[in-house]
């Protein structure tokens, strides 16, 4: 974002709150744009205070943090999860939120552009949220900008708080990410999240199994970047290559909407479903992770396993948005 633009707000705080004005803090005032931004010092700083909003949520529910503080939600393709914590992140906080998922109804759909859209909505909001079909969207966004932005999935690009949230839900529940062995599973071409997460795991000693069809391999420049750092990596066509050696089972769905031929999504759309026989195969501590929504690569009669973490995985999204919205709006 534009820091000359900047402004301060002040807001004031119960005072029995572990958290206050922290506009020191390294994203008060920033953009959310990639991992790449992302040090391992400032995940652990981000997780801290998430796993406060944890605490504070189970003993509290909600507080007035960001009293007075408004998120535009800006989403031009399908969220369940991502829009709905946002929101609910911004409402236990005690502020307030401008809903447009529905681009149909709003100006966009009389041609407005991206940079005009989000100009128009900080004059409302004090902090914008985008989900947008183009990679590199959100980047564009926070050109024109002068609040934050923050990249809730760019096309094929990233999605870097589902990351973020993914790698709090692997420290919440093992406790460690160093030495673990993670397996990522589907769609690993078109899938942003496995971008997002494959990048952020390689600033940690993990082993990285890729297992996909032929044709929904890892892209190139997500490939160069793990050889860059090093991450030891194998690739397989075969769950059961890899299976009884994974810590993190992180499936994805087959992005029909991003194929260009619908007949190569029907080749590829079924390649992998777990099932309670594939978790017989599994660590006994391993767990399974999935950012949804799920179209058939999990069987509903795997939910009852203690290792199927993906519901506590969208409610550890919840915390770590809460902390995300925290500190960028300085409070944190
Ligand atoms: C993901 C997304 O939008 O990239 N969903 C989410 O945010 N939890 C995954 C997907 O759509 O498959």
Redesign the pocket.
């Known amino acids: 974002m534009n820091q000359m633009r900047r402004r301060h707000n002040s807001t004031s705080l119960s005072p029995h709150l572990p958290f206050g004005d922290r506009r020191d803090g390294p994203f008060y005032g920033k953009d959310i744009l990639s991992v790449g931004q992302f040090r391992r010092a400032d995940l652990q700083h981000i997780f801290g205070v998430a796993h406060e909003m944890r605490e504070m949520v189970t003993r509290v529910g909600s507080f007035d943090l960001l009293k007075g503080k408004i998120l535009a939600s800006l989403f031009y393709?399908p969220?369940t999860?991502?829009s709905a914590s946002f929101t609910a992140a911004m409402e236990r906080l005690g502020g307030s939120v401008i809903p447009i998922s529905e681009v149909r109804y709003s100006s966009v759909a009389k041609g407005e552009s991206l940079p005009d859209t989000v100009r128009t909505l900080e004059c409302y909001a004090d902090v914008i949220v985008l989900?947008h079909p183009e990679a590199g969207a959100s980047a564009i966004a926070a050109k024109h900008a002068s609040k934050p932005i923050i990249n809730?999935?760019d096309g094929v690009g990233e999605?870097p708080t589902?990351a973020l949230l993914d790698l709090f839900t692997i420290v919440e529940e093992i406790g460690h990410v160093d030495g673990l062995t993670v397996t990522l599973c589907g769609d690993l071409k078109y899938?942003?999240?496995v971008h997002s997460l494959a990048r952020l795991l390689s600033l940690f000693d993990v082993r990285l199994n890729f297992v996909s069809p032929e044709i929904l391999g890892l892209p190139d420049d997500v490939s160069e970047e793990l050889k860059a750092k090093k991450v030891p990596r194998s690739d397989h066509r075969d769950l059961d290559d890899v299976i009884g050696d994974t810590d993190v089972l992180y499936v994805?769905?087959v992005?029909k909407e991003r194929f260009e031929d619908a007949a190569q999504y029907e080749e590829v759309k079924g390649s992998y479903v777990i099932t309670p026989d594939t978790m017989a195969r599994a660590r006994d501590r391993m767990i399974l992770m999935h950012?949804?929504?799920r179209v058939g690569e999990i069987s509903m009669d795997v939910d009852h396993d203690p290792r199927a973490a993906y519901f506590r995985q969208m409610e550890y999204g919840l915390y770590v948005r809460m902390a995300l919205l925290a500190m960028v709006l300085g409070k944190a």
């Open positions: 393709e969220s999860r991502t989900r809730a999935g999605h589902q899938g942003r999240t994805t769905r992005q950012p949804f929504p």
